[in-house]
């Protein structure tokens, strides 16, 4: 089965559900949705609604109970776990609410990390890191550690680490959840920026809802089932 040409990702008939105990834990049912090339979605949602466990099963990081993800042509479920983990390595840039930075290693290794395990030379993830610290405006800060950075520094290096291998599809956990509002409105002007100009595919799972109403659409999470609502009508 492949893709329809105006579909970037096409999902169908998802279900998550989580054994507890003796019974069943459904986290969602049934979710149907696609997203064109070029798109900035928006996933918003209460906590605990499935949000996070959507983007996994959109990233083969997770499997669903049920239904099915297409995308860039593969059948995610299909997918052995080696081939999933090249796909998402090629494929998908992941940004999270924590940044996972690893601390022993400045924030050029951290950014030329996903290179390395490509196979890519030392230099060449050094030089290419260094390209990168300086589109997120942090190559000055290239040889500290993550300790020495600002939550806002540290997120932003997360970023370059995303988009270093030119992933088509970029997903979004709370990307700003952990930063002051300011400092959040600086990281979201720059995804935008990034989505924009690397011509990304984004689905951004937020809680703020100022954020969803600049993405091109949004989905919400709620009781199992997602909607599309309009990012117009979404509060303030």
């Known amino acids: 089965m492949h893709l329809s040409d105006m579909a970037l990702l096409r999902v169908e008939g998802l279900a998550k559900v989580f054994r507890s105990g003796k019974s069943d834990l459904r986290l969602f049912d049934n979710l ?14 209460e906590s605990g609604a499935g949000k996070s466990t959507l983007l996994h099963i959109l990233g083969a990081l ?11 042509n593969l059948q995610l479920s299909s997918l052995s776990e080696d081939v999933a983990a090249e796909f998402r390595n090629r494929e998908i840039g992941f940004v999270w609410q924590f ?21 890519v030379s030392q230099q060449q993830a050094r030089d290419k890191g260094f390209e990168w610290l300086r589109s997120v ?46 400092t959040a409105d600086a990281v979201f002007d720059l995804i935008a ?20 109403r600049r993405c091109d659409r949004v989905m919400r999470l709620q009781n199992g089932t997602i909607e599309e609502v309009e990012p117009a009508e979404l509060p303030a």
């Open 193 to 212: 920026r990034l989505h924009r100009d690397c011509q990304l595919t984004s689905l951004i799972a937020t809680h703020n809802m100022g954020f969803a």
């Open 32 to 45: 149907s949705f696609q997203v064109a090339p070029g798109e900035m979605l928006a996933i918003v949602g």
């Open 62 to 72: 997770d499997r669903p109970s049920a239904g099915d993800v297409y995308c860039a």
């Open 137 to 182: 405006g942090l190559e000055q800060r290239a040889q500290h550690r993550s300790g020495e950075l600002s939550g806002g520094e540290q997120q932003r290096v997360a970023l370059a680490r995303a988009l270093i291998t030119q992933p088509k599809i970029l997903l979004a956990d709370e990307p700003t959840g952990d930063l002051d509002g300011r």
């Open 99 to 119: 940044h996972y930075l690893l601390p022993e290693f400045t924030a050029v290794e951290n950014v030329g990390m996903p290179l390395l395990l490509r196979g």
